[in-house]
């Protein structure tokens, strides 16, 4: 074991274990990293933006030069001016004035999205559900079990789920069993989707173990 | 008495047992073999239809805070994408995914095995090494005649002999290759601010949308590797590297939609199950879900050493703890409602 002498990593290491510090009580110390974190996180999008968004995409097009050469980029100054305007929000007398530039931006999303959202989450989905799980499915001519089995489960638990949520019936006899179906089948899904996350949160912590065991500590494993 | 200390556990004990689980197979280093699961075994086949010299597009929505999970994807995919020949366009949704990028090319460790790393020492390349026997910190590898000199902050540094049991890196993926030429197999067009607008741009001409390449600020018409990209129809496939928004949703919505271009996704854990539907419809091509996936797909492409199939076994522990204290704390509910009496 060598504890390296690398400043960066000694700093990451300390930040890390005074954040782990939390699990034993809230104190001064995790405070401060979490402070620190959320600064430099905002600190650094500031930069990014500036050098990769801002600069490039708005004070060069608009330098004298570039203008010269395409006076079309004066049309810069509208989104120019929307951004600005988007200030506004920082003012309570003045916030109504930013709804402007969101409408835009809120505008154009909708526009945009509406029919590719309608073709790939309705259009293609019940495409998918309706036409690619074939009850009777088919390998090399012969009838496969599993597949056909694992399609009826799909397409039963896909159906009972959406009569869980129509209500213009009441959930009495076929339709109230056939919601209560509805209901396993969903909480079988979220206790998926939980599994799912505290994988992920095991793994942020395999990471920050890793990285104090073998580049802080120096412990090869 | 005992059903009373485990009614008020202290969550803290909870919290220790989760640490040894994690910490102990870490330095024992002690690894449970990685199978790839059906929908990796998927992803895999539909990356082993690419040919030599198709092009790709890997867009790396993440930044930092999913790096844990999602980097060894991006890693192991140039890796797969370098090794059999195919072209990468890089380039990011998220501010901070470009910079991802750069890590894995420049500064990532990469483990080798030690023949590999005689044969990049012997081409002038900067390999590291960790001893166990010696310091267990990194040392550069320098080779002065027939001597390996095992160098630590940049002191005379000792000879000393490359043993396998040693671990032997190189820094950044580019380390490994010498024909890897920017321009030609790769290139980078940075971050895009715009999200959807952005993809819809490139489905439309990605000329006009991306213009130029991040490092010299070049036209992206002047480097051999998109010449002749015309639009994201002419990318064999696409792969986001995601985790929120913009990622995966807008690719498979505003990508796959109008162009029906494959669409390969590696995501967080936690946002693997909101995309599944995806790929049962096939408007997804694969999807690799969170560091398990990573670590399938690193063993599906045989990739050395990955930190993902590293962090398998803790992650293993780690839920056989979650497990027992889900049976223990069942346990407790049962024995004071059906045995206990009032």
Not at chain 1, 172 to 186: D, N, P, S
Not at chain 2, 281 to 292: E, N
Request: charged share 20%; proline share 4%.
């Amino acid at each position: 074991m060598t504890i390296t002498n690398d400043p960066g990593i000694w700093v990451a290491a300390i930040l890390t274990l005074a954040i782990f510090s939390f699990l034993i009580k809230d104190n001064p110390l995790y405070k401060l990293a979490e402070h620190i974190f959320v600064g430099a996180s905002a600190g650094y999008y500031v930069v990014i933006t500036y050098h990769e968004v801002l600069v490039p995409k708005l004070v060069t097009p608009l330098s004298t030069g570039a203008v010269k050469d395409n006076p079309y980029n004066l049309l810069l100054i509208i989104p120019l001016i929307l951004g600005i305007i988007m200030l506004t929000k920082l003012s309570r007398k003045h916030s109504w004035m930013a709804r402007y530039p969101l409408s835009f931006t809120v505008g154009v999303g909708a526009g945009l999205g509406i029919t590719a959202v309608i073709k790939s989450d309705i259009i293609s989905q019940i495409y998918g559900i309706a036409f690619q799980k074939p009850l009777w499915f088919l390998v090399d001519g012969k009838f496969d079990f599993t597949i056909s089995f694992f399609n009826l489960i799909y397409v039963v638990s896909v159906l009972s789920s959406l009569l869980y949520f129509f209500f213009s019936a009441e959930h009495k006899g076929v339709i109230g069993k056939t919601a209560r179906l509805g209901i396993w089948f969903l909480m079988i899904s979220f206790g998926a989707s939980f599994g799912f996350t505290v994988m992920a949160r095991i793994s942020l912590l395999i990471a920050r173990v890793q990285f104090l065991l073998e580049k802080f500590l120096g412990i090869m494993s | 008495m005992i059903l009373k200390f485990l009614k008020t556990l202290d969550r803290r004990i909870i919290f220790l047992f989760m640490a040894i689980a994690v910490i102990l197979p870490t330095i024992t280093g002690q690894r449970f073999p990685v199978q790839p699961s059906p929908m990796t075994d998927d992803f895999a086949s539909v990356l082993k239809e690419l040919k030599s010299n198709d092009t790709v597009l890997l867009s790396a929505d993440y930044d930092p805070g999913s790096q844990a999970e999602l980097q060894p994807m991006t890693l192991a995919f140039m890796k797969y994408c370098f090794d059999n020949n195919i072209k990468v366009v890089t380039m990011a949704l998220w501010p901070l995914g470009s910079k991802l990028i750069e890590s894995a090319l420049n500064h990532d460790r990469i483990y080798i095995p030690r023949e590999k790393a005689i044969e990049l020492m012997s081409k002038g390349k900067n390999v590291y090494v960790i001893s166990k026997k010696r310091s267990g910190a990194e040392e550069k590898i320098e080779k002065r005649g027939n001597k390996y000199i095992f160098i630590r902050d940049n002191n005379q540094g000792e000879e000393s002999i490359l043993n396998n049991e040693d671990k032997y890196y190189v820094k950044g993926l580019y380390s490994i290759y010498d024909d890897i030429k920017y321009g030609v197999d790769y290139l980078d067009i940075g971050y895009k601010v715009g999200g959807l607008v952005v993809i819809q741009g490139i489905v439309n001409d990605f000329e006009e949308t991306v213009k130029t390449d991040t490092l010299n600020n070049k036209s992206v018409l002047d480097y051999p590797i998109t010449r002749n990209i015309k639009n994201l129809k002419d990318f064999s496939a696409v792969f986001t590297i995601s985790s929120g928004n913009m990622g995966i949703k807008e690719w498979v919505v505003y990508g796959n939609g109008p162009t029906g271009v494959k669409v390969l996704s590696g995501v967080t854990a936690v946002s693997a199950p909101e995309f599944l539907p995806y790929l049962t419809s096939k408007q997804l091509s694969g999807l690799l879900a969170g560091l398990a996936g990573a670590a399938e797909f690193e063993a599906a492409t045989n990739y050395y050493e990955g930190e993902a199939s590293k962090g398998m076994t803790p992650q293993s522990y780690a839920h056989l703890v979650i497990i027992f204290f889900i049976l223990l704390g069942n346990g407790v509910y049962i024995t004071e409602k059906y045995f206990i009496k009032e």
